[in-house]
T-cell receptor, first 113, second 113 residues
């Protein structure tokens, strides 16, 4: 049972480049979300989805897009990378939503130069 | 918006000493979740508290939820080196038909052997 799988583990981008962070879960969870973690800032919600075809913004959505075409996958797209997006990104899923425990992926460490 | 304050930010203890981290919310919570993140790892769910005044134990860890459901604590008895990591609380608040899960900034625990 793989749980929540994130790829890549590490990525370096130049300012202005775009990329997609992949997230897949095999637990049939309806709820999926993306967080970014910065030193001293805790975990901040970027976007979330309560089911296939449904997405919504979190606390810090600017500069990021998401889509949810299947229950399993929830990719995060950076449209035009900026140094302020240097961070560790975590994908998390749960059975029902934010009132049930979150299962986190191993994270993607992104550096934008 | 909802704010969740967690103190202390850092704690260094000698192995065998006790450790406590506190979480305070600006609003009444529906529930509170606790997570542990080992260095270089991802957050892992520890426990969820739902009822006012609830106390739960997991071996050397004791979790409490305040009577007013606005604060919580995690107490570790006789710390071990395996307890090293950052402990996060996450408070769930509800209103206007939606839920918001807000993470505290975490308490980083170092254990000196």
């Amino acid at each position: 049972n793989a749980g929540v799988t994130q790829t890549p583990k590490f990525q370096v981008l130049k300012t202005g480049q775009s990329m997609t962070l992949q997230c897949a879960q095999d637990m049939n969870h309806e709820y999926m979300s993306w967080y970014r973690q910065d030193p001293g800032m805790g975990l901040r919600l970027i976007h979330y989805s309560v089911g296939a075809g449904i997405t919504d913004q979190g606390e810090v959505p600017n500069g990021y897009n998401v889509s949810r075409s299947t229950t399993e996958d929830f990719p995060l797209r950076l449209l035009s990378a900026a140094p302020s997006q240097t961070s560790v990104y975590f994908c998390a899923s749960s059975t029902r939503g934010r009132d049930s425990p979150l299962h986190f992926g191993n994270g993607t460490r992104l550096t934008v130069t | 918006g909802q704010q969740v304050m967690q103190i202390p930010q850092y704690q260094h203890v000698q192995e065998g000493e006790d450790f406590t981290t506190y979480c305070n919310s600006s609003t009444t919570l529906s529930n509170i979740q606790w997570y542990k993140q080992r260095p270089g790892g991802h957050p892992v769910f520890l426990i969820q508290l739902v009822k006012s005044g609830e106390v739960k134990k997991q071996k050397r860890l004791t979790f409490q939820f305040g009577e007013a459901k606005k604060n919580s604590s995690l107490h570790i008895t006789a710390t071990q080196t395996t307890d090293v990591g950052t402990y996060f609380c996450a408070g769930l608040s509800s209103g206007a038909g939606s839920y918001q899960l807000t993470f505290g900034k975490g308490t980083k625990l170092s254990v000196i052997p």
